[in-house]
């Protein structure tokens, strides 16, 4: 497959416990995004990497939250002691480079639940 | 501060009638302005996108948007809506000095009616 893939696409949590979700982005893309898509919501940028360079963690919610990339290729986001909400559809992101000119390309999401 | 609007939450149009989704946005410096759909089921997947010249851009699937920067607006537009259009749409900005990362409007849902 040539696109962006998340693993798991569904994933039911008890409030308490940590999560992680997996991206494998596009191969060759320099540049992985996380956003989180709160029901009926627009996308809220989390997280962004780009090759070996600090990554831009500007939009975290908190410090439950964290991720991390190696290299190029995959990336997880981790969340630790999930509250109720928590509960949201994350999306994966990559583009060619690191800069506005470029397109991201998307991956299906993982939906979140936290009971 | 940056943001996106889109004033519509939720629009329904016949098949074959006319269609427009306002975007309007705030942001500092020159943007970059993105329109993606979502799909049930689906991933996110850009319609069409503006970054400099001409302000009319095409996209795919028929639709085009015209960037107004005296009205801060990226509106999309189709002449023809399809019963397959039927989706979540989502404008979306970025710049050169937010590295890539985007802001993105709550999204119209559209409905298409028979």
């Known amino acids: 497959g040539a696109g962006v893939s998340q693993s798991p696409s569904n994933k039911v949590t008890e409030k308490g416990k940590d999560v992680e979700l997996r991206c494998d982005p596009i191969?060759?893309?320099?540049?992985l995004y996380w956003y989180r898509q709160r029901l009926g919501q627009g996308l809220e940028f989390l997280i962004y990497?780009?090759?070996?360079?600090?990554?831009?963690k500007s939009g975290l919610p908190s410090d439950r939250f964290s991720a991390e990339r190696t290299g190029e290729s995959v990336s997880t986001l981790t969340i630790q002691r999930t509250q109720q909400e928590d509960s949201a559809v994350y999306l994966c992101?990559?583009?060619?480079?690191?800069?506005?000119?470029?397109?991201?390309?998307f991956g299906p999401g993982t939906r979140l639940t936290v009971t | 501060a940056q943001s996106v609007t889109q004033p519509d939450i939720h629009i329904t149009v016949s098949e074959g009638a006319s269609l427009e989704l306002r975007c309007n946005y705030s942001?500092?410096?020159?943007?970059?302005l993105f329109w993606y759909v979502q799909s049930p089921g689906q991933g996110l997947q850009l319609l069409l996108k503006?970054?400099?010249?001409?302000?009319l851009v095409q996209g795919i699937k028929g639709f085009e948007a015209e960037f107004k920067r005296s009205q801060s607006s990226f509106n999309l537009r189709k002449p023809s809506v399809h019963w397959s259009d039927a989706a979540e749409y989502f404008c979306?900005?970025?710049?050169?000095?937010?590295?890539?990362?985007?802001?993105f409007g709550q999204g119209t849902e559209l409905s298409v009616k028979p």
């Open positions: 942001y500092g410096a020159t943007p970059y």
């Open positions: 979306a900005v970025g710049g050169s000095n937010q590295g890539g990362k985007l802001i």
């Open positions: 503006y970054f400099s010249g001409d302000t």
């Open positions: 990497f780009q090759g070996n360079s600090a990554p831009d």
């Open positions: 191969s060759g893309h320099t540049a």
């Open positions: 992101a990559s583009s060619l480079r690191l800069a506005g000119g470029y397109e991201q390309y």
